[in-house]
């Protein structure tokens, strides 16, 4: 261990790679994860007093935070809807509970504000809540410096136990307590939700491709329904297929709507697989493939940030701008990370990275009726280093409430500076460019790195909390997901009326738990719950991190 000690950036990077080894260890269907691998594995090396600087921690916070709130911003905002907020109200019952219930174990078992703040964080399992609620700490003044390293300590210890027993707790009751409770088979309810929505099959698992693809493209020789044009045989089709190219006499014509077709044309027709197969039964026979149209199809990521469009559906969308639509397919929808299923019914957010495919002129067309492209432009550093700045500037801010004084600190003034600075981004997209995968890369590298460093901190001292807390930290963990989970299955049914599969994926959101979501939609074998997860795990990543400073202002004043 005296190379470790010695070399904190060889510790560091030790932790990092032995703990997401770890995470990857599977327990039935539930494996660990990076994140709590690499803090029981700091954890344990940090028994050996091996530590790294605590600045490495802070910087590392303030990135992933950031990094997080500007992924989240477009939606946070696209989500304060009547829509969003209706599943808004499952994240309020999740931070008032679970807020409660960690100052009501606070004040029943004289819990310090240290191992108060880990059980909420653990059994919210929600990490940012350590760093958030660890700063709080710092600012402390009736805390001696000895006082603030112990409880900032205990922050980890508690945290790492609650999260294990949340963690496994909250994907038992979403992926199968819950669809027992409702009287349903996950994957049944969420095809026939599917199926409402006018969807064609009931979605594809992450390591799944269509036997059928739903693109394609064919060619047919004309010797039916010749004499009509382009556009009368595009238009009766609402879109649905078009026609992208003519061969006439060996010629290769310039397809335009006003173009009539002739006995004898080849064809090539483009759109979904059973309206292309219908098409074709009215023109003729099929051909094999014919020289000169078996033109390539651009494909592009557009970023949804026309106003007019967001907040209406795929269908919605086709029906107002059938101009812009018409000859362009849609075949993912990417909402913070997540993919939705790309159907009729699915809302548009702005913000949505949509992923579309058609005739380049088409395409390109779309793309400026509905928002922008995607482009891999490098990360304009200094935008990126205002917000931070912004944000450590609005983390100073204090406001005095009765005897306690609450205050964001780095962690929260950096969450909220995200958010802003990630929405205006989506409004404008000329400038502040982050490209998602430069985001979330610096946002897993921050908090591994945070993670890393504060069980290093925590180790020496994990032992003696774990014998003093034996029953009540895996109580806490799985009493604090039981309740609030409980309580918004029975509100989001019975009040808000949210269709089952979406219900139980808006909990898993609620709770911000990737490993929830990922079991569910396996059960599911559908990104149906994904519509309910994507608006509660987008609030919840907003509202969760708050809740740190300000349980810490309430038991440590």
Known sequence: MNLLRENPVLALFACLGLGY???RLRVG??????ICGTLIVSMLIGTQHVSVNSDVKNVAFALFIFSLGYIAGPQFVANLNAKGLRFGVLCLLEVVLVLGMAYGFAKGFS???????????GAATES????????????LTNLSHDQIAEAQNHVATAYSVCYLFGLVSIVMLTSQIFPMILRINLRDSSRAVWQKMRGDDAGLAADEEAALPAL???????????GSTIGEFEGVRDDLVTIEGVKRAGQVLTVEPKLRLLRGDQVLVVGRRAAVLDAGHELGPETSGVPGLDSPLAVRQVVVTNKQIAGNSLDQVRGQDGQYTGGVYLTDIQRVDHHLPAVGGTELHQGDTLTVVGARSKVDKFAAKVGTTVSQNATDYIYISLGICLGVLIGMITVHAGGAALALGTG????????FCGWLRAQHPTFGAFPPAAAQTLKDLGLSIFIAVTGLAAGPDAGALLRKYPVLL???GILMVLVPACVSLVVGRRLLKIEPPILIGAIAGQQCSTPAITSITNVAQSSVPMLGYTITYTLSNFLLPLTGPILVGLIGS
């Open 29 to 34: 269907r539930i494996t660990l994860g990076g």
């Open 128 to 139: 940012a809540v350590v760093g958030t609620a660890q700063d709080a700490i710092g600012k």
């Open 412 to 419: 929260g003034g950096c969450l909220i500076s995200g958010l």
């Open 216 to 226: 394609v493209g064919r060619t047919y020789v004309v010797s039916q329904g010749e």
């Open 111 to 121: 819990l310090d504000v240290g191992t108060a703040s880990g059980i909420l964080a």
């Open 474 to 476: 895996p109580a806490a």
């Open 21 to 23: 080894l770890v995470g």
